[in-house]
């Protein structure tokens, strides 16, 4: 993961892990990192990549590589304050005044970071001697979007000699940042780490939803009339706010479920610091205590807890959110993780999943599953995802 994004908020470890969190986490906790207006314009694009024919329907659609666009446009536009544009060709910033090379390159980094992805996975199986796989397109895909994200933050570090004072201020992450360091190569860095956390993971939720919703029509019903009890059916941005989203109890559920079932973060790794002891899972009855020397590393296996029957009881594997109305959190269900390095993001994540799928079931009554009879299969490349994407029809419901 060093070699990317680069030492991080995600990569780092020890006194770097620190500096970075502290150097990140004071931008996160400013109301207008949530911004609905930006979550509404994306989800107005994606709208359009719907073509409703006149019985309501739409075709067939993969939803997955379109929330996979989304998903990249919010969190650049979001972090480096002009989206890439990626759900919108013609739409894509040109930039003239730096040449057709930085217009290419943006053209290019959904596809960039999707390949870099699949190399770093690759990678991984062969651990220290990754080396004997062939790097030439890796390093190019890298590089391509290094130059990026070093134009954005060249821009955010000029920003700050020559801003003037009595100006509009619109909230940029990577500005923000930039009041904090002038460094390009710490910015680009912790800017990798928070596009490659924001986009991927957010993505996948998106789809393990409308995978599972597709399946559970009941569910979906439910979920329907509890969003227009909550937030009416007009579709007009004015009548949804971050409240009503928030107090969508069977939304809420939903998206639990989803995170419990779909895992889109499978397993973390973390590393002892110090001779520890973990109080059970020794013994032939895993009941004894097990001891963690200094240096050890520690795999967490969150898809598989998340289908413990111990803990989620004989229908672990169904698709039902009930079971989360009068259930609290615990650490038998972590997927931002938890302690000192739960998921800095999280608020973000959830307020973007909520209002999106408040914006998306106002807009479509009925789905229907069209993968066929093919066994689910899970992608593993990155973050975990529908194997076979999400193919499903959606129905348009009268808008008010």
Known sequence: MKLYPGQGLLTAEGQAWKHSRSFVRQQFFQDSVCSLGLFDRNVQELDRKFDIGKDGWSPVVDLLPLFHNMTLDIITELLLGQSVQSQNLSTRPQLRENGDTLAQDIKAFAEDQDAVAHWIYKAGYFGRFYRILPQKQFKAHRARLRRVIDWYAGKAINAQSEKESGQPHRFVLLNEMAK?????????????????????????????????????????????????????????????????????????????????????????????????????????????????????????????????????????????????????????????????????????????????????????????????????????????????????????????
């Open 180 to 400: 904090l360091t002038s460094d390009v190569g710490v910015l680009r860095s912790e800017s990798m780490n928070l596009v490659n956390a924001g986009r991927s993971t957010t993505a996948a939720t998106f789809g393990w939803l409308f995978y599972y919703l597709a399946r559970y029509p009941t569910v979906y019903g439910k979920l329907r009339s509890a969003i227009l009890e909550q937030s009416g059916a007009s579709i007009d941005p004015e009548h949804i706010n971050a409240s009503s989203v928030r107090t969508c109890k069977y939304l809420q559920y939903c998206i639990e479920e989803t995170l419990r079932l779909g895992s889109p973060v499978p397993t973390t790794v973390r590393k002892a610091v110090q001779d520890t002891t973990l109080p059970r899972g020794g013994g032939a009855d895993g009941e004894a205590p097990v001891f963690v020397a200094k240096g050890t590393k520690v795999i967490i296996n969150f898809f598989l807890e998340n289908r413990r029957q111990d803990i989620w009881g004989s229908d672990a594997e169904e698709f039902r959110p009930e079971r989360w109305e009068h259930r609290e959190h615990s650490w038998e269900f972590t997927p931002f993780g938890g302690g000192p390095r739960v998921c800095i993001g999280q608020q973000l994540a959830r307020m973007e999943i909520a209002y999106i799928m408040v914006c998306l079931v106002q807009r479509y009554d009925r789905l229907e599953p069209a993968d066929g009879d093919y066994p689910l299969r899970y992608d593993t490349t990155s973050v975990n995802r529908p194997g076979n994407g999400v193919h499903i029809k959606l129905h348009r419901a009268v808008l008010a």
